[in-house]
């Protein structure tokens, strides 16, 4: 597995399709967050922001190969092994625009609440953020899962099923996403530091059951 990770990750980097959804995220950050606004009002925005940008990778990843190359990928390492792959370097480049964001905005926020009436520490409101962070990639990776290949093959489905379950995923009430943003919110409006860590589970769950069929999928259609 660690061979074919290296190979996704050179894959990706060479093929510098990873620009465009870098530079959506960090336009979307210039656009809503500022520097001195509530740290915990813009650790959740960029979290939220984070969620379409996950589920933007997964494709990247899994449409990456020629057909050839991806024939042969998964003769050798199986075609379950090879996808799985696929998903988490688009999870770990997810995860690592998220810290990097994070701790822009931790650091360039203002540490109060809301009202500016309470003091809230940097160190956890980043912790927080960096969970909900954690929450929003997960749940955004698994929509990536599940609205690609090889669920979804013809682009005119797929990216508009994409971009409708990145939306619901940031807005629908029970979605572990939407709880770790509005739990930010919240802390904000009242001053303490939420940790998310049931939403964290959630995504996290969403993410394994996810990949479990997408890998099953895979590897029935395979030659």
Same mark, same amino acid.
């Given at each position: 597995m660690t061979a074919l990770l290296r190979y996704q990750c050179a894959l990706l980097l060479r093929s510098q399709r990873w620009l465009p959804p870098l530079v959506l995220y960090a336009a979307v950050l210039a656009v809503?967050?500022?520097a001195g606004q509530p740290v915990l009002d813009s650790l959740g925005y960029a979290a939220a922001a984070l969620l379409p940008v996950a589920a933007w990778l997964v494709r990247i990843c899994v449409t990456g190969?020629?057909?050839?190359?991806?024939?042969?990928?998964?003769?050798?390492?199986?075609?379950? %092994?090879?996808?799985?792959?696929?998903?988490?370097?688009?999870l770990g480049a997810a995860v690592l625009l998220g810290t990097a964001a994070t701790v822009v905005v931790t650091?360039?926020?203002?540490?109060?609440s809301a009202d500016h009436a309470t003091r809230v520490p940097r160190l956890p409101a980043g912790t927080?953020?960096?969970?909900?962070?954690?929450?929003c990639a997960l749940l955004g990776t698994a929509v990536g899962v599940l609205t690609g290949p090889p669920l979804l093959r013809a682009p005119g489905r797929a990216v508009p099923a994409m971009l409708l379950g990145a939306l619901l995923s940031v807005v629908a009430t029970g979605s572990p996403a939407q709880a770790a943003v509005t739990g930010l919110v919240t802390g904000s409006q009242s001053g303490r530091v939420p940790l998310p860590l049931l939403p964290l589970a959630g995504a996290a769950l969403a993410l394994a059951a996810a990949a479990a069929v997408a890998c099953a999928l895979v590897? %029935? %259609?395979a030659p």
């Amino acid at each position: 597995m660690t061979a074919l990770l290296r190979y996704q990750c050179a894959l990706l980097l060479r093929s510098q399709r990873w620009l465009p959804p870098l530079v959506l995220y960090a336009a979307v950050l210039a656009v809503g967050v500022q520097a001195g606004q509530p740290v915990l009002d813009s650790l959740g925005y960029a979290a939220a922001a984070l969620l379409p940008v996950a589920a933007w990778l997964v494709r990247i990843c899994v449409t990456g190969e020629p057909p050839a190359a991806r024939a042969c990928v998964a003769a050798a390492a199986g075609p379950a %092994r090879a996808h799985l792959a696929c998903v988490l370097v688009a999870l770990g480049a997810a995860v690592l625009l998220g810290t990097a964001a994070t701790v822009v905005v931790t650091l360039t926020g203002a540490p109060v609440s809301a009202d500016h009436a309470t003091r809230v520490p940097r160190l956890p409101a980043g912790t927080a953020g960096l969970l909900a962070v954690l929450v929003c990639a997960l749940l955004g990776t698994a929509v990536g899962v599940l609205t690609g290949p090889p669920l979804l093959r013809a682009p005119g489905r797929a990216v508009p099923a994409m971009l409708l379950g990145a939306l619901l995923s940031v807005v629908a009430t029970g979605s572990p996403a939407q709880a770790a943003v509005t739990g930010l919110v919240t802390g904000s409006q009242s001053g303490r530091v939420p940790l998310p860590l049931l939403p964290l589970a959630g995504a996290a769950l969403a993410l394994a059951a996810a990949a479990a069929v997408a890998c099953a999928l895979v590897s %029935r %259609r395979a030659p």
